[in-house]
């Protein structure tokens, strides 16, 4: 072999030699090497897209790209999820999934689903936050209590907002009326932006939500807070009661939202993700946000993550039965 042909196949293998540390700083295959997709499947508004936000830039700073937040609400967020489905498995196309979505849509379907969770990997799981029972201001009712005796007292008449059929909204909304007997009408949107804005405006009586989109309308007094559905008040809202506080220990409904990307992503660029998220949600400023959204930084891995999500498919399946929910 020849001079310039030997130091060319020794320069060949010193590369290949510090290749695995090259690739290693770098990420899994130079991951990510250019911005990310992270789609919402609601409005902007709700608590899925504030999720979405939060993360977004921290995390575009951790991985050294851009994450950049595409809202596509609709079909009860089957557009998202059917986007990310056929969205090359690359970590470049992720969903911030509502739970909702996740585990209760697929129980309300009458048709052949377009997507289904094994479509989806788990990722992280980012925010956790109960159900609020909220009335728009002019409704003359202070309590939950209150809110069950002019139902009764006036049938038909109360109208509650939802992000859509098949959504937790939708089902919390459906166990309140299977618990006391009242009849209200369940008012569709397009995710809890829209359901929000109808509500201030005066178009619908109620919804139940996750508690960031409606912190500042109710600390300005713009919507009444009347129970939160999980087991301990929130901090952010120490006056109101729980559900079963107000008498309706079964009304008992908390949200998820987490990241899930394509089936048959490679595994390195999930952990990848997971750990740079794992590391954004520890810090002081991502915790504390949470908090005065009424909502919790609780982190799971791709795998503590796909068993939790089977497990609630499971759990609210139950409960669509009982509450005899079906998607138009």
Known sequence: MHKPQRRLAALSLAMLAAWPVLAAAQGPNGYPSKPITLIVPTAP????????????????????????????????????????????????????????????????????????????????????????????????????????????????????????????????????VQQTGIEMTHVPYKGTGPALQDLLGGQVDLTFGTPPPFMSFIQSGKLRALAVTGKARLPSLPNVPTAAEAGLPQLDATSWFAVFAPAKTPQPVI?????????????PAFKQKAAEQGAEAHFLGPQQLADYSKAELTRWGSVVKASKIEAD
């Open 45 to 176: 508004g709700g608590t899925t897209d504030i999720a979405a936000r939060m993360l977004a830039e921290p995390l575009g700073r951790a991985l050294g790209q851009t994450v950049v937040v595409d809202n596509r609400g609709g079909a009860s967020g089957g557009i998202a999820a059917v986007a990310v489905k056929r969205a090359e498995p690359d970590g470049y196309t992720l969903l911030m999934q509502y739970s909702g979505y996740h585990v209760i849509t697929p129980n309300v379907s009458k048709q052949t689903p377009q997507w289904e969770a094994k479509d989806l990997q788990a990722v992280a799981n980012v925010l956790s936050a109960p159900q609020v029972i909220v009335v728009r201001e002019g409704l003359p009712v202070k309590t939950l209590a209150e809110l069950v005796a002019y139902a009764k007292a006036n049938p038909g008449k109360l109208s509650y907002a939802s992000s859509g059929n098949g959504s937790l909204q939708h089902v919390t909304g459906a166990m309140l």
């Open 271 to 283: 952990d990848k993700l997971s750990g740079e998220i794992a590391k954004v949600m520890a810090t």
